[in-house]
């Protein structure tokens, strides 16, 4: 099977623009999750979505948003970038099932934001 | 923060040394899992050890919870150069609800020198 991708893989952008990134999971999986990990923070959890849904949320602000498609795919967008959302954003899928699995992760995104 | 504390942070040894390092939590889990990243890339399954269980192998993978202690640790046997990387725990939340969402320890750099 091929594993969890993520495009674009780098992407550079300035203060006030919005990005969108992507996230197709392995197939069969439902389950998406997005991280972002960062020097100072470290991993920290953005949101899950499983069957089209938002199953959970992390402490971001409402700048951060993601969605669902019927196929899985996922994408987050962030919009209003600051410098401080410079960052690897990191996409997970899990097989199916409700919890408890390993998490399968794709190569990233690298965000750069002037 | 939730996030969970690792140490050492960093780690320097040679090669065919063991390696060990610890994983401190917060709360209750239903699991722990390790990862392995390499150089700001995604993240790679190592292994996962249920609440119930007290210690599990996987080839030179040796992983300990002590959940009385909200620890855990990894230990490398016989480590080699291409195990160079940073090494990451990962919780879950026993009252997290249907969710794959994960919390992260800050981490562990080992690096194996040749």
């Known amino acids: 099977k091929a594993g969890v991708t993520q495009t674009p893989r780098y992407l550079i952008k300035t203060r006030g623009q919005q990005v969108t990134l992507s996230c197709s999971p392995i197939?069969?999986?439902?389950?998406v999750s997005w991280y972002q990990q960062t020097p100072g923070q470290g991993l920290q959890f953005l949101f899950e979505?499983?069957?089209?849904?938002?199953?959970n949320k992390g402490n971001f602000p409402g700048r951060f948003s993601g969605r669902q498609f019927s196929n899985s795919r996922s994408e987050m967008n962030v919009s209003t970038l600051e410098l401080g959302d410079s960052a690897l954003y990191l996409c997970?899928?899990?097989?199916?099932?409700?919890?408890?699995?390993?998490?399968?992760f794709g190569p990233g995104t690298r965000l750069t934001v002037l | 923060s939730q996030q969970g504390e690792e140490d050492p942070q960093a780690l320097s040894i040679q090669e065919g040394e063991n390696a060990t390092m610890n994983c401190s939590y917060k709360t209750s889990i239903n699991n722990l899992q390790w990862y392995r990243q390499n150089s700001g890339r995604g993240l790679v399954h190592l292994i996962l050890i249920r609440s119930n269980e007290r210690e599990k192998h996987s080839g030179r993978l040796r992983v300990t919870l002590d959940t009385s202690k909200k620890s855990s640790s990894l230990l490398i046997t016989a480590s080699r150069a291409a195990d160079t990387a940073s090494y990451f725990c990962?919780?879950?939340?026993?009252?997290?609800?249907?969710?794959?969402?994960?919390?992260f320890g800050t981490g562990t750099l080992l690096a194996v020198q040749p």
């Open positions: 997970a899928s899990s097989p199916p099932g409700t919890q408890g699995h390993e998490q399968f």
């Open positions: 197939s069969g999986h439902r389950s």
């Open positions: 979505y499983f069957s089209e849904t938002q199953r």
């Open positions: 990962a919780t879950d939340a026993l009252a997290g609800g249907a969710t794959n969402k994960l919390i």
